[in-house]
């Protein structure tokens, strides 16, 4: 069941975007009912977009069963940006503060209450949680998503955060329209952020398990949409994440264990051609806005 209204946290709206999740859509929603302890009035909105599974039935037998759940359910896919944009729409009418996450994750405890409790501060736009592979530590793919995830971290810590949607509260007031042809919509979320003024907050001890590629075909599709994401806001806005500064890059492989550096190198030669593509794709405007499916990370673990 969820807490008690809190009116010290404001009003929350968690938002989520679903593409054939029907694997993991349930445990999601069952993890966010029981065990996040969100004020009694939260609400929770999942856009379902083009699904060809059974993903919106799951979604709305838990709305036949608990009206705060709500879904909106679309015949074709438009992209995730439209998705969001419904997301923020709602939320800047009727909550305070939005919670996003990845339909394939899962929040440890109270990891999203941990996240809220930072934005009392009125000069924080944005908190995000760090993520952790759920993933088990076996094959090449796994162990390098594992790694990636860690100099996320680290650079995160240590340099400068580099907002991450997997789990990530927005304050309502901050929220901007994303462009619909927008590949990668983190970097443009956290440019939106920062350009009105507000720090974004990274906050460790909140984290948030989540599904990454197992094959290195679709780490690498993975790596290429991201790649060209990052283009585009540079391209925009001249913005670079703090995690595609070479410097900061270089400094948290420093920081790694031996064991960690033959997957470094594995990785590097995935990203260097995965960014070599992505470049070719942008130049010739090819821009992934309705994302290929990563079909790895759609399977019950």
Request: glycine share 4%; charged share 25%; hydrophobic share 45%.
């Given at each position: 069941?969820?807490?008690?209204?809190?009116?010290?946290?404001?009003?929350?709206?968690?938002?989520?975007?679903?593409?054939?999740?029907?694997?993991?859509?349930?445990?999601?929603?069952?993890?966010?009912?029981?065990?996040?302890?969100?004020?009694?009035?939260?609400?929770?909105?999942?856009?379902?977009?083009?699904?060809?599974?059974?993903?919106?039935?799951?979604?709305?037998?838990?709305?036949?069963?608990?009206?705060?759940?709500?879904?909106?359910?679309?015949?074709?896919?438009?992209?995730?940006?439209?998705?969001?944009?419904?997301?923020?729409?709602?939320?800047?009418?009727?909550?305070?503060?939005?919670?996003?996450?990845?339909?394939?994750?899962?929040?440890?405890?109270?990891?999203?209450?941990?996240?809220?409790?930072?934005?009392?501060?009125?000069?924080?736009?944005?908190?995000?949680?760090?993520?952790?592979?759920?993933?088990?530590?076996?094959?090449?793919?796994?162990?390098?998503?594992?790694?990636?995830?860690?100099?996320?971290?680290?650079?995160?810590?240590?340099?400068?955060?580099?907002?991450?949607?997997?789990?990530?509260?927005?304050?309502?007031?901050?929220?901007?329209?994303?462009?619909?042809?927008?590949?990668?919509?983190?970097?443009?979320?956290?440019?939106?952020?920062?350009?009105?003024?507000?720090?974004?907050?990274?906050?460790?001890?909140?984290?948030?398990?989540?599904?990454?590629?197992?094959?290195?075909?679709?780490?690498?599709?993975?790596?290429?949409?991201?790649?060209?994401?990052?283009?585009?806001?540079?391209?925009?806005?001249?913005?670079?994440?703090s995690t595609s500064d070479f410097r900061n890059t270089l400094w948290a492989i420093s920081t790694l264990k031996l064991s960690d550096l033959p997957y470094v190198l594995l990785g590097a030669i995935i990203e260097g051609g995965a960014y070599i593509v992505a470049r070719l794709n942008f130049s010739k405007d090819k821009i992934p806005y309705v994302w290929e499916p990563i079909k790895s990370t759609k399977t019950s673990i």
């Amino acid at each position: 069941m969820m807490g008690p209204s809190n009116e010290a946290y404001g009003k929350v709206l968690v938002g989520i975007c679903a593409y054939n999740e029907e694997h993991n859509i349930k445990r999601l929603l069952q993890n966010l009912l029981i065990k996040q302890d969100l004020p009694s009035d939260s609400r929770i909105l999942v856009v379902c977009s083009g699904c060809t599974d059974k993903t919106p039935q799951v979604v709305d037998g838990f709305h036949r069963k608990d009206a705060r759940i709500e879904l909106v359910s679309e015949a074709h896919r438009k992209g995730k940006a439209n998705a969001l944009n419904k997301i923020f729409e709602k939320a800047r009418r009727a909550a305070d503060f939005l919670v996003l996450i990845n339909a394939d994750a899962l929040p440890q405890d109270r990891s999203i209450v941990k996240l809220v409790s930072r934005l009392k501060n009125e000069r924080v736009g944005a908190v995000f949680a760090r993520p952790v592979p759920l993933n088990a530590r076996q094959g090449i793919s796994k162990m390098i998503a594992h790694v990636v995830w860690e100099l996320h971290h680290k650079i995160s810590f240590y340099r400068a955060p580099k907002l991450s949607a997997e789990l990530c509260v927005l304050r309502a007031s901050c929220l901007k329209a994303v462009p619909e042809n927008i590949a990668t919509d983190e970097p443009y979320i956290e440019l939106a952020i920062r350009e009105q003024g507000y720090a974004i907050n990274y906050v460790p001890e909140a984290v948030v398990f989540i599904r990454c590629p197992t094959s290195v075909v679709d780490l690498f599709k993975q790596r290429k949409r991201i790649w060209i994401g990052h283009r585009q806001v540079k391209e925009m806005a001249g913005f670079v994440v703090s995690t595609s500064d070479f410097r900061n890059t270089l400094w948290a492989i420093s920081t790694l264990k031996l064991s960690d550096l033959p997957y470094v190198l594995l990785g590097a030669i995935i990203e260097g051609g995965a960014y070599i593509v992505a470049r070719l794709n942008f130049s010739k405007d090819k821009i992934p806005y309705v994302w290929e499916p990563i079909k790895s990370t759609k399977t019950s673990i």
